[in-house]
C-alpha cells in the first residue's frame, strides 16, 4: 500500500467514522425535524441538498444516515464473515469428508439467489434494521467461506508452514503464528470490499420497504421515499444515492489499497 | 479427470445441492410466521370460514405431520410437480413457463452486455495513459457501486421523461428492452472490469506476452490471442454468482420497469405467503445456477485444460 | 573480420524512468559466430537483449542500430514487427513463463510463421513439426497439442527454442537458456545453438555462468553495472582475463575447485587451515530403504544413504529424479511408504509429530526459493526472533545479541533487520534462510537446491558461506543439487539419483573420476567445465 | 356505462367522437389473482371488471341509486322480502341471457366458502335464498330489513356474471369472467396484461340520447400493471400508456401544464381516516384519546402533501356520501390542550427523551403502516404526526407492513393506531365500521372494528337506521351515530379515499364511473 493511499484512506475513513459517530459536527441539526411549509425546497443555501417533502433538511439526514447505512453494513458483514470464518476453517482444516459436506452446504447456499435468501429471512423476522443486518449477512456468508476455506487450504500447504513444522513448531504455534494472521490479512481487505456491497445491500432492502423504517435518515429508505417525487424533487433521491455510491467506491477503493481482488467475491 | 468422470460428479453434486436448497426452502416456509392455510384462502384479510381453511389444510396435506409434510413434498419435487399456486390458483410450473423467458431473456441479455462492455472498457485501458487509465478503473468502481434501483429511476428520467429517446415500460419492442438491460448490466460490468483489467494487465504484462512480441506479434493480435482468454478465466469463474446476482437484481428491475418476470413473481410469491410458487422459483434459480456454473466450468475446462478443478 | 555483421550496434543506453540500466555499449553479433554476454544478476543483459527488438521497455538512445545492413533506429512498431521473430528471434529467459500456459505450444510457434510467412494451415503444421523434432521433443505431434503446464521444464525450453526457430531467422538471441536445466538438458540445448552457429546463423547468448559459455562461444563481452567492462575473443578473456571482475567471475565456478578453497574474490585470503571437528557416535543421518509412491509412480524406490557427522552427502540427479521427496521425508515432512530415518542414532520417521519434536532442532532445512518459506509479515529480525525463542515471540528485543551473532555469522549487516525478506536480494534471502536455519544450533541441515536460483558470483559467496559454517560448527549438510559442478566442490560423498533409485554412491572424487554406471558417464561428459 | 359524472376536468366537451384503436391502461395496484371481483373483492379489481361486469343497481349524478341490470325493484313491508326485476334483452357474453337465475347462482358463488369472497360475501350477508319468481323476477328472502341491500348491490364486488360461466372451475373463472360489460376478457397474460377486447353485442342498460351506438369506441383496453409510481408517470407523459391510476399528489398537481388530463373521482364509503384502538391502554381513554388528535396538525400537512388535490375531512364518510356529518371543531390542533389533557390523564412525566411515562411505562403508540394501502404522501403524513405527537410526549412506532404481516398484526391487537381504508357504497358503512358486531373477529383474525368502538347505543342506531324506511328518520339515525363516533374521539378523518386518474391528450370521454367510482371507458375515445 503506497504512502499516499494510505493517508487518503485514513481520511476517508475518518471522514465516515466522523459522519457516523458525531455527525452533529458536520450537520448540527435534527434529521427527523420536519416543517411542512419548507417542504421540497431546491437544494440552496438554506439546505445544501434541499429538503424532503416533510420540510426535512436532506443534508442533515444523509449525514445522520451514515451511522444507520454504515453500522448496518459493518454488523452485516462482521456477522457473515464471522460465520464464513468458522465454517471456511472447519472446512479447511476438518477431513475429507466433513469438508465436502460443509462444501455442498455452502454450495446450496449460493445457489439461492441472494434476495430471495433475504426476503425468506424478512418473510420469517418481519422487515427492519435487524433483520437486514441478518439477511444481508446471511447472505454474504456462503461466499466469504468458500473463500476462507481456499485461503487456509493454500496456507495449510505453504512452504511457510512446513518450514516452521522443520523448525519444530507445534500445531497451535503454527496456527496463532502463521495460519491465522495470513488469512486474517487478505480478509480484511474482502471486508472492506464487502462492507461496500453490504451497503448497497442493506439499502436495496430499505428499498424495497424490508429494512429501515423511514423517517429513519437510512440512505435507502431516503432513497425509496425519493422515488416517488423523482419528477419532481429530484434531489431527493439524487443525493442519498450519491452517499451510497460514496460509501461503496471508498470502501473499494481502501480495498484494493489493502490489496483486496474483486476476484474474491 | 475425463469429461465423464467430470459430468458424472457434476451432475451427482448439482443433485446433491438441489435437495439441500430443496430442504432449506422447506424449513425456512415452515419458519414463517402465519396460517398457509389463510394464505390459500386469499389472505389474511379474507372472510374465510373455520371450515373453509379446515378444507384448504387437508387438501394441501396441511394437517399431517411436519416430516410426512417434507416427505410427500420431495416425492412431488422427485415427480417434477411444484404444486398449485396458492395466490394464483395455476400450477406453479405453469406460472413460471409464463414468466420465465422474459428473466431469462433479460439475465441472459444483461451478462451479453456486461461482458461485451468489460471486455472493451477492459481493452482499452491497457492501450490508454496511466491518467486515462486510473479515470477508467475509477468509473468501474463506481459502476460496480452504483444500486441497480438507483439507477433505473436515474436512467427513466433521463432517457424516458427528459429526452424521450427510450421507453420506460416494457412494450414489447427491443427498444423497450434498452434501458432494464442497461440497469442490470452496468453494475455487472463494473464488477467484471476490474476483474478482467487485473488479469489482463497481468497477462499482457508477462514473458509469454513479451515472447509473442518477440515472435513479431502486433498489440492487437496479442490481445486477441493471448489477452482475451486471460481476462476471461477470472470472469467466466464469477459467472455463477454474477447470473445469480442478475436475478436477484431483476426483482429490482422487473418492479421499477414494471417487466413480467420471475423477479416480481417471486417478490409477490414472497409477501402473498405463496409457498409452492416461492419453492418453485427458488428450486428453479437454483437449478438456472448450477447449469449456468457447470457451463461456465466447461469454458473455463476448454479454455484452460490444464487448470485446476476447483 | 571476414564475418558479415548482421546486427551492430554503438553506444547502446537504456533508462527507466531516468536510472539508467544499460550504459553506452556496443557490440556486433556476426553470421556464424557465438557472441557471449556474461555477467551478474541485474547488469543489464536482458534489456540489452530487448533492445535489439525495440522491446526494451524504457528510453533507448544508440549511436548505431544497424540489422541486416538496415539502420533500425527510429523504427516505429510495425517495422519492427517485420524484424522480430523474423530475421532476429529470441529465446526467452524464463522458459517456464515464456509459453501462455492457455494455448498448445503448436500454436504458440506457428503464430510467428503465420504473422510473417506465407504458409497455408498444413504447410505451417508441418514446419511446426519439423521444428519441433530437431529440437529433440518427444512426440512432437502429441506435444504440439499440449499447453505449457503439461510439460516438462526440459520440454518448454525445448518449444521455446523451436519457436524462435521456426522463423529461419538470421540471428537467435538465447538469453539464459540453459539456467534451471539439468546437465544433460544443458548439453542438450548447447548443442542446439552450436547447429545454429554451425549453419551461418548469428548467435547472441546470454549467461551468468563462464563455464557454459566457454563451450560455445567465440567472442565474450563481459557485463558488470550496465557497462561491458571487457570484450574479445574467447580463448583471450577466458585466458587472459583483463578486468578484475571478469576473474572473479571465472574464479566463481566451483568446478574443478578442491573442497573448502574459496569461490568468492570476498573468501579470496586463504581460511585458517582448520580442519572440521570430528565428531564420534552415530552418523547424523542415515536412511534406510526409503520408498515412496504417488499412484503407480514410484517417486522414491529404496533409497539408503548415511551422512557421517561433520560431511557432507551430495545428492545429484535430473529433474524428477526423486531428489525433493527424499528430502521431504529425511525431514519429516511426507511419510515413507517404507523404510525409515534416523538423526543421531535416533528414530526419526516414520514417528508421529509429537515424539520427534524433540529431535527436531536438530535438523535445520534450506530451500531452492527461501521467499515461500518465510512468514511474509516478519521482517528479517522477527523471523530470527521467531526462530530463536522457539515459536514464543517475534520480538527481537530479549535476542538482541544472539540476532546479530547469526547475521554475522551469515555475513550480512544488522542495518537489514528492520526490512521484509521481499526486499532482499537472491543472495541475502538465502542467508537469511540459513542463519534462520542455524538458529536452534543443528546437527543436520538438509540443502534442497540452496543456490541454483542464483547466479555464479553469487553462487559462490553462498557456498562459501556454507563452508565456512561447517568448518566452524561441524554441521552435516545433505546437499541436493542438480548441478554436478556445484555438488562436485561441496560434496565428501556423492549419490546418484535416477528414476528413484541412488544407482552409484560413493567418494566424491572416485566417483568424478571413475564413475561405474553409463547414467553416471552420461551425465558427467555433459556437465560444462571451465578447467 | 353507468352514469355517475365525477368532478372531471375534461377537455373533451365538443370533441367529435371516433371509434377504434386500442386504449393501455396502466394500474399502480398490484395485479390481482383473480379477475372475478366475487374472489376476495378489492378495489384493484373493482377497477378492471368495472369494464366487464355490470350490477344490478347503480348510482346517478346526485347520489341517488338507480336500477341498472335491473328494471324495478320492490321491497315487502316487514322488509324480509326484496323482489327484483330484471330488464329485457340481456346477454352474457357467452351468450347466456340474463335472467333470474343468474340472480340466485351469484348470491350463491357469493355465499360459497370456497368462493372465499370477503366484500361481496358482507354485502349479501343478509340474503338467506333468491326464488326465480318468472324469468325475470327474483325475489331475494331476508333474514332482517336491510335498506343498504341495494347499495350492496350497486357494487362491482356483487355483479352479476354468467351463471353459465360461474359453473366453471374457479381457476377458469377467475382468468376470464363473463358479465354483461361494454368488455369482454380477451386473454390474461400473467404479470404482463389483461386485454380487454369490446363487446359487440352490448346492450346499454339506460338509455343514454347523447350516444348512437351502443357499443364501446374503443377496440379494446390493454390494462397493465406498473407498480412504481415514477415509471407510470414516466411511460403516461411518453406516451406509451393512455391512463393511470393512482397518481400521486405531486404529478396530478402539473398535470395540467403537462397538457394532461384528470379524473378525480373519490371513492364512496368511509373517508381516509386513523383510527385509534380504544379497547386498549393508553387510548382506553378518551383523554389520551383526544390528546393525539388536538397533537398532530393534518391541515398543514394534507395540503403540502397532496399539492390540494386532497381536502381535508373532517366526517367518517366520503364526501360523496350525502349523509356524511363533519364537525371541524373537534379536529383543530391544540397542543396545549392536548398537554393539558395527557397531564390531567396522568401521563405527567417525561422521560430522557421527552416522552411522556406513566408508572414506568413509556406513552407509546404501535402504528402499523399497510404499504400497499397507503399512498407514500400518506405515509409521510404519518411521519409528520409522528413528529407533531413527539412534541407533547407521545412516542409514535410506525411500521411499515407488508398487507399479510400488516393483517396478521391487527388480528394480534399489536395496535394504537391504523389506518384502514374501506369502501362501500352508502352510510351503512358505518355499521361495519363501528357496530359492536365488529370486533369479533373471523376465523382469519379479521374484524372491521379497528376503532374497537363497542357503544350499546351506537349498535342501536345503527341497527335501526338500516331498518328505517324513512329517509329523513334514516338520515337523522346516522347523523347521531357519527356523532357519538367523533364526540368519542376514535377516529381522526383524514380526507377522501383518493382515487385519481391521469389521461394523455388524445384520450377523451374519461368521466363516467361506477357507484365506487371506478371509471368505466365505455365513452371514452382515442385521437386516432
Ligand atoms: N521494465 C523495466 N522497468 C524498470 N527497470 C527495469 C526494467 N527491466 C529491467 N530493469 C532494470 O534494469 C536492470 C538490468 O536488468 P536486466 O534484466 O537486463 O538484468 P540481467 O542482466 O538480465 O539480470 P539477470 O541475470 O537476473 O537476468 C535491472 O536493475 C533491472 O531492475
Ligand atoms: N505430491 C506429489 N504428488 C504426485 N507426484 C509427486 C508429488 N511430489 C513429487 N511427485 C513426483 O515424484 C517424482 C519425483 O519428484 P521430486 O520432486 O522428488 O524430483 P526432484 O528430483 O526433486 O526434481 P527437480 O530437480 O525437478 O526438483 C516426480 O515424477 C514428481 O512428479
Ligand atoms: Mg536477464
Ligand atoms: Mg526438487
Known amino acids: 500500500m503506497s504512502r499516499t493511499a494510505k493517508i487518503l484512506s485514513a481520511i476517508v475513513i475518518g471522514l465516515w467514522l466522523l459522519m457516523a459517530l458525531a455527525p452533529s459536527v458536520l450537520a448540527p441539526g435534527d434529521p427527523l425535524a420536519i416543517n411542512p411549509v419548507q417542504a421540497f425546497q431546491k437544494p440552496g443555501a438554506a439546505h445544501f441538498f434541499g429538503t424532503d417533502e416533510s420540510g426535512r433538511d436532506i443534508y442533515t439526514r444523509v449525514i445522520h444516515g451514515a451511522s444507520d447505512s454504515l453500522s448496518i453494513g459493518l454488523a452485516a458483514t462482521a456477522l457473515g464473515m464471522g460465520l464464513a470464518i468458522i465454517l471456511g476453517t472447519v472446512a479447511a482444516l476438518s477431513p475429507r469428508w466433513i469438508d465436502d459436506i460443509i462444501l455442498r452446504v455452502l454450495e446450496a447456499l449460493y445457489a439461492i439467489p441472494s434476495l430471495l435468501m433475504a426476503l425468506l429471512i424478512i418473510a420469517f423476522t418481519g422487515p427492519g434494521v435487524g433483520p437486514a443486518i441478518v439477511a444481508v449477512g446471511l447472505s454474504t456468508a456462503p461466499g466469504y467461506a468458500r473463500l476462507v476455506r481456499s485461503q487456509i487450504r493454500s496456507l495449510k500447504n505453504s512452504e511457510m508452514l512446513e518450514a516452521a513444522t522443520v523448525l519444530g513448531r507445534g500445531s497451535w504455534l503454527k496456527v496463532r503464528n502463521h495460519l491465522v494472521p495470513n488469512a486474517l490479512k487478505p480478509l480484511l481487505a474482502l471486508v472492506t470490499l464487502g462492507i461496500g456491497q453490504a451497503v448497497i445491500w442493506a439499502a436495496a432492502l430499505s428499498f424495497l420497504g424490508l429494512g429501515a423504517a423511514p423517517p429513519a435518515p437510512e440512505w435507502g429508505a431516503m432513497l425509496s421515499a425519493g422515488r416517488t417525487y423523482l419528477h419532481l424533487a429530484w434531489w431527493m433521491s439524487l443525493f442519498p444515492g450519491l452517499a451510497i455510491v460514496a460509501v461503496a467506491v471508498s470502501a473499494t477503493l481502501i480495498g484494493r489499497a489493502l490489496g483486496g481482488k474483486v476476484k474474491s467475491l | 479427470m475425463g469429461t465423464v468422470a467430470w459430468a458424472g460428479r457434476k451432475i451427482g453434486g448439482a443433485l446433491v445441492v438441489l435437495w439441500l436448497v430443496a430442504t432449506a426452502i422447506f424449513i425456512a416456509i415452515r419458519l414463517i410466521p402465519g396460517d398457509p392455510a389463510e394464505a390459500i384462502m386469499g389472505g389474511p384479510g379474507s372472510q374465510a370460514s373455520a371450515e373453509a381453511l379446515a378444507a384448504a389444510r387437508a387438501e394441501y396435506a396441511l394437517d399431517q405431520p411436519l416430516f410426512a409434510q417434507y416427505l410427500l413434498y420431495l416425492g412431488k419435487l422427485l415427480a417434477l410437480d411444484f404444486g398449485t399456486s396458492y395466490s394464483l390458483k395455476q400450477p406453479v410450473a405453469q406460472v413460471m413457463g409464463e414468466v420465465l423467458p422474459n428473466t431469462l431473456w433479460l439475465s441472459l441479455l444483461a451478462l451479453a452486455a456486461a461482458w461485451l462492455m468489460a471486455l472493451c472498457f477492459a481493452a482499452a485501458a491497457t492501450r490508454s495513459s496511466r491518467f486515462a487509465s486510473q479515470l477508467g478503473s475509477l468509473m468501474e468502481i463506481i459502476a460496480a457501486a452504483v444500486p441497480h434501483f438507483w439507477l433505473g429511476a436515474v436512467l427513466i428520467m433521463l432517457f424516458s421523461s427528459a429526452l424521450g429517446w427510450l421507453p420506460a415500460v416494457d412494450n414489447g419492442s427491443a427498444q423497450g428492452l434498452v434501458l432494464p438491460v442497461l440497469t442490470l448490466a452496468l453494475p455487472l460490468a463494473g464488477f467484471l472490469t476490474q476483474l478482467m483489467r487485473d488479469s489482463l494487465g497481468e497477462a499482457m504484462g508477462s514473458q509469454f506476452a513479451l515472447a509473442a512480441r518477440a515472435r513479431g506479434e502486433s498489440r492487437l493480435k496479442l490481445f486477441w490471442r493471448h489477452g482475451l482468454r486471460h481476462a476471461a478465466l477470472p470472469a467466466l469463474g464469477l459467472t455463477g454468482w454474477a447470473f445469480s446476482s442478475l436475478l436477484s437484481g431483476a426483482v429490482v428491475v422487473e418492479a421499477i420497469f414494471a417487466r413480467p418476470g420471475l423477479g416480481r413473481s417471486l417478490l409477490s410469491a414472497v409477501l402473498a405467503r405463496d409457498i409452492p410458487m416461492v419453492t418453485g422459483i427458488a428450486l428453479f434459480s437454483a437449478l438456472v445456477y448450477i447449469v449456468v456454473m457447470a457451463l461456465a466450468e466447461g469454458l473455463e475446462r476448454l479454455i484452460n485444460p490444464a487448470g485446476g478443478q476447483r | 573480420m571476414s564475418e558479415q555483421e548482421l546486427i551492430t550496434v554503438k553506444d547502446l543506453s537504456v533508462s527507466f524512468n531516468g536510472a539508467p540500466a544499460v550504459k553506452n555499449i556496443s557490440l556486433a553479433i556476426r553470421a556464424g559466430r557465438v557472441l557471449a554476454l556474461v555477467g551478474e544478476s541485474g547488469s543489464g543483459k536482458s534489456v540489452t537483449a530487448r533492445s535489439l527488438l525495440g522491446l526494451s521497455g524504457g528510453s533507448v538512445s544508440a549511436g548505431e542500430l544497424t540489422i541486416c545492413g538496415r539502420d533500425a533506429l527510429g523504427l516505429d512498431d510495425r517495422a519492427w514487427q517485420k524484424i522480430r521473430g523474423n530475421s532476429i528471434s529470441m529465446i526467452l529467459q524464463d522458459a517456464l513463463m515464456a509459453l501462455d500456459p492457455l494455448r498448445p505450444v503448436g500454436r504458440e510457434i506457428a503464430d510467428g510463421l503465420k504473422d510473417h510467412g506465407s504458409l497455408s494451415k498444413p504447410e505451417r503444421e508441418q514446419r511446426v513439426h519439423e521444428v519441433l523434432t530437431s529440437v529433440g521433443m518427444p512426440e512432437p505431434g502429441l506435444r504440439a497439442k499440449q499447453r505449457s503446464p503439461e510439460l516438462s521444464g526440459g520440454m518448454r525450453q525445448r518449444a521455446l527454442i523451436a519457436q524462435a526457430l521456426a522463423g529461419n531467422p538470421q540471428v537467435v538471441i538465447a538469453d539464459e537458456a540453459t539456467t534451471a536445466l539439468d546437465s544433460a538438458l544443458t548439453a542438450l540445448v548447447l548443442s542446439q545453438l552450436r547447429k545454429l552457429k554451425e549453419q551461418g546463423r548469428g548467435v547472441l547468448m546470454i549467461s551468468h555462468d563462464l563455464a557454459q559459455v566457454a563451450h560455445l562461444a567465440d567472442d565474450i563481452a563481459v557485463m558488470r553495472h550496465g557497462e561491458i567492462v571487457e570484450a574479445g575473443p574467447a580463448e583471450q578473456v577466458l585466458n587472459h582475463p583483463q578486468h578484475d571482475y571478469t576473474r572473479k567471475l571465472l574464479q566463481a565456478v566451483p568446478s574443478g575447485v578442491p573442497r573448502f578453497a574459496p569461490l568468492s574474490a570476498a573468501g579470496a585470503v586463504p581460511p585458517p587451515v582448520l580442519a572440521p571437528k570430528i565428531i564420534a557416535g552415530p552418523p547424523a543421518l542415515s536412511a534406510n530403504n526409503l520408498s515412496k509412491s504417488f499412484g503407480k509412480h514410484a517417486a522414491v524406490d529404496a533409497v539408503s544413504f548415511e551422512l557421517p557427522r561433520g560431511k557432507t552427502l551430495g545428492i545429484v540427479g535430473e529433474s524428477g529424479s526423486g531428489k525433493t521427496t527424499t528430502a521431504r521425508m529425511v525431514l519429516g515432512l511426507q511419510k515413507p511408504d517404507s523404510g525409515t530415518v534416523d538423526l543421531l542414532g535416533e528414530r526419526f520417521a516414520p514417528l508421529a509429530e509429537g515424539q520427534r519434536r524433540k529431535l527436531r532442532e536438530q535438523m535445520g532445512a534450506i530451500y531452492q526459493n527461501p521467499l515461500g518459506s518465510f512468514d511474509p509479515r516478519y521482517s528479517v529480525g522477527q523471523l530470527l526472533a521467531d526462530a530463536l525463542s522457539g515459536g514464543k515471540t517475534k520480538r527481537t528485543a530479549g535476542y538482541r545479541n544472539e540476532v546479530a551473532g547469526l547475521l554475522e555469522q551469515v555475513e550480512l549487516s544488522t542495518s537489514l533487520l528492520p526490512r521484509s525478506p521481499r526486499e532482499l536480494s537472491g543472495g541475502q534471502r538465502q542467508r537469511l534462510a540459513i542463519a534462520r536455519a542455524l538458529a536452534p544450533r543443528p546437527s543436520v541441515l538438509v540443502l534442497d537446491e540452496p543456490v541454483s536460483a542464483l547466479d555464479v558470483s553469487i553462487q559462490a559467496t553462498v557456498l562459501d558461506l556454507l563452508d565456512r559454517i561447517q568448518r566452524e560448527t561441524g554441521t552435516s549438510y545433505l546437499f541436493i543439487s542438480h548441478d554436478l559442478s556445484v555438488i562436485e566442490h561441496m560434496s565428501d560423498t556423492v549419490a546418484v539419483m535416477h528414476q528413484g533409485k541412488i544407482i552409484e554412491q560413493g567418494d566424491t572424487a572416485s566417483i568424478f573420476a571413475s564413475p561405474q554406471q553409463e547414467y553416471t558417464r552420461m551425465l558427467l561428459s555433459a556437465m560444462p567445465r571451465l578447467r | ?528
Request: with cysteine; proline share 5%; hydrophobic share 35%.
Open chain 4, 1 to 528: 356505462g353507468c352514469s355517475t359524472t365525477g368532478s372531471s376536468d375534461s377537455t373533451a366537451q365538443g370533441k367529435e367522437p371516433v371509434t377504434g384503436g386500442t386504449m393501455v391502461y396502466a394500474s399502480g395496484d398490484a395485479e390481482p389473482s383473480c379477475l372475478d371481483p366475487h374472489v376476495g373483492g378489492n378495489y384493484p379489481q373493482a377497477l378492471v371488471a368495472s369494464q366487464y361486469l355490470e350490477s344490478l343497481f347503480t348510482k346517478d349524478a346526485n347520489g341517488e341509486i338507480i336500477p341498472w341490470l335491473a328494471e324495478s325493484t320492490e321491497v315487502s313491508k316487514d322488509g324480509l322480502t326484496r323482489t327484483i326485476k330484471l330488464r329485457e334483452g340481456i346477454k352474457f357474453t357467452d351468450g347466456t341471457k340474463l335472467t333470474a337465475n343468474a340472480i340466485k347462482a351469484n348470491v350463491k358463488h357469493l355465499k360459497d366458502p370456497n368462493t372465499a369472497s370477503s366484500t361481496g360475501y358482507l354485502a349479501v350477508g343478509k340474503v338467506v335464498s333468491v326464488e326465480a319468481k318468472d324469468e325475470l323476477t327474483a325475489v331475494l328472502k331476508l333474514s332482517a330489513p336491510d335498506n343498504a341491500l341495494l347499495e350492496s348491490l350497486a357494487m362491482p364486488w356483487t355483479a352479476i356474471e354468467s351463471p353459465k360461466a360461474l359453473e366453471r372451475d374457479q381457476a377458469t373463472n377467475c382468468a376470464a369472467p363473463v358479465g354483461t360489460g361494454p368488455f369482454k376478457v380477451e386473454s390474461w397474460e400473467h404479470q404482463k396484461a389483461v386485454n380487454l377486447v369490446r363487446n359487440d353485442g352490448y346492450v346499454l342498460p339506460v338509455a343514454d340520447e347523447k350516444r348512437t351506438s351502443s357499443t364501446a369506441y374503443l377496440d379494446g383496453i390493454t390494462w397493465r400493471f406498473i407498480p412504481e409510481a415514477a415509471t407510470r408517470y414516466a411511460a403516461l407523459q411518453s406516451g406509451e400508456v393512455d391512463v393511470i391510476d393512482n397518481a400521486q399528489p405531486d404529478t396530478i398537481a402539473s398535470a395540467s401544464d403537462a397538457g394532461l388530463g384528470h379524473l378525480d373521482a373519490p371513492r364512496p364509503g368511509a373517508s381516509n381516516r386513523i383510527e385509534l384502538n380504544s379497547s386498549k391502554a393508553p387510548f382506553d381513554d378518551q383523554r389520551v384519546r383526544e390528546a393525539f388528535i388536538r397533537a398532530v396538525d393534518a391541515n398543514t400537512g394534507v395540503s403540502a402533501l397532496f399539492f390540494g388535490t386532497a381536502k381535508r375531512s373532517n366526517s367518517l364518510l366520503s364526501s360523496v356520501e350525502p349523509l356524511g356529518y363533519s364537525d371541524e371543531s373537534l379536529f383543530t390542533t391544540d397542543t396545549a390542550k392536548a398537554n393539558q389533557l395527557l397531564d390531567d390523564a396522568g401521563w405527567s412525566e417525561r422521560d430522557a427523551q421527552g416522552y411522556r411515562v406513566k408508572n414506568d411505562k413509556r406513552l407509546s403508540l404501535a402504528f402499523p403502516v399497510s404499504t400497499n394501502q397507503s399512498v407514500p404522501a400518506e405515509q409521510s403524513l404519518f411521519e409528520q404526526f409522528q413528529a407533531q405527537a413527539k412534541a407533547v410526549g407521545f412516542e409514535v412506532k410506525i411500521d411499515l407492513l407488508d398487507l399479510s404481516s400488516w393483517y396478521g398484526a391487527l388480528a394480534k391487537h399489536e395496535y394504537n393506531l391504523v389506518s384502514a381504508p374501506y369502501t362501500k357504497v352508502g352510510p351503512s358503512v358505518l355499521r361495519v365500521l363501528y357496530h359492536s358486531d365488529s370486533t369479533v373477529p373471523a376465523p382469519s383474525g379479521y374484524f372491521a372494528n379497528n376503532a374497537q368502538v363497542k357503544n350499546k347505543k351506537l349498535d342501536q342506531l345503527l341497527n335501526k337506521a338500516e331498518e328505517t324506511e324513512d329517509g329523513a328518520q334514516r338520515a337523522s339515525l346516522y347523523e347521531q351515530a357519527q356523532k357519538i363516533v367523533l364526540e368519542g374521539y376514535y377516529v381522526l378523518p383524514l380526507y377522501d379515499q383518493q382515487n385519481h386518474f391521469l389521461y394523455g391528450k388524445n384520450v377523451h370521454g374519461v368521466e363516467t364511473t361506477t357507484a365506487v367510482s371506478s371509471p368505466i371507458y365505455f365513452d371514452t375515445f382515442l385521437d386516432q
